[in-house]
């Protein structure tokens, strides 16, 4: 899994920087790449409206980006022994506390045209350390507008395992309290089609999956170093759904509030 994993790495990582280079307008030594480190502390792990993990996770996250480009690894690491005693995740029923349970990568191109961002991207899902989850890819297209509320639009489509789509649409609005310190509130529905929803939770409806709302406090420590406390609910809306995962071992909820605080580096 590992050396698969560092395969895909070392392959989307040369690609970035040869895409990059190609297409800057001058030589490479030129171009500047920033780097974005995120590291959240979460009090749960939830994802389109299904709660993964009901216990603490560790989510880091590293972007690099460059003239549209941008290259994105996220990973989600398990605090604690959830799922161990029902064998969830493992048929040996081994806990996965500090193991890395998914870990994506995301290659993703944008333009902006005025206050019009259009990007596409493509996102490698790997499941390390989780004995039913296979490894797949979605590819997505993505649309913002610069204007009040920031409304911006994303259809994913899996073509491995799933062969489903999952769109999404959010809004937001930020405003600064002093010069260090915001306050950025967030707002997003999601809808998927038959095929994703049999997938993911067993229904074979197409429906508005989750609905979610959250609240970030970004500190900027320095002008390097940000510490984001964050806040957010996600519900999930169609009914058949929500019956669907009154059997889910990971978690059978309609309704999660969680939250935690991310330390993040901008360079």
Not at 21 to 28: D, G, H, I, K
Not at 30 to 54: A, C, F, H, Q, T
Not at 58 to 72: D, H, I, V, Y
Not at 181 to 199: F, R, V
């Amino acid at each position: 899994m590992f050396q698969n994993l560092r395969s895909r790495l070392g392959l989307v990582i040369l690609v970035f920087i040869a895409v990059n280079t190609l297409s800057s307008p001058v030589l490479a030594e030129e171009s500047k790449i920033d780097v974005d480190l995120d590291i959240p502390i979460v009090s749960k792990y939830v994802w389109r409206g299904m709660e993964i993990n009901e216990d603490a996770v560790l989510q880091p996250s590293l972007t690099l980006a460059s003239s549209g480009f941008s290259f994105n690894l996220w990973g989600n690491m398990d605090l604690t022994d959830f799922g161990e005693d029902e064998c969830v995740y493992t048929s040996d029923c081994d806990s996965r506390a500090w193991q890395f349970t998914e870990i994506d990568l995301t290659i993703d191109y944008s333009h902006s045209f005025d206050k019009l961002t259009l990007g596409v991207g493509l996102i490698d899902y790997l499941y390390p350390n989780w004995d039913d989850a296979e490894d797949t890819q979605e590819v997505y297209l993505a649309t913002s507008y610069d204007v009040l509320f920031q409304p911006s639009f994303t259809l994913y489509y899996d073509f491995n395992e799933v062969n489903g789509f999952y769109a999404n649409f959010a809004i937001g609005y930020s405003f600064s309290i002093n010069d260090r310190l915001d306050i950025d509130l967030s707002s997003s529905i999601g809808y998927a089609d038959s095929d994703y929803n049999s997938a993911s939770f067993g229904s074979d409806d197409s429906a508005f999956v989750d609905f979610n709302i959250g609240v970030e406090v970004p500190f900027r420590a320095t002008d390097t170093i940000a510490i984001i406390p964050m806040l957010t609910v996600t519900t999930l809306l169609d009914s058949d759904i929500r019956d669907s995962i009154e059997d889910n071992a990971y978690g059978n909820d309609d309704t999660y509030v969680y939250g935690g605080v991310n330390v993040s580096f901008s360079f």
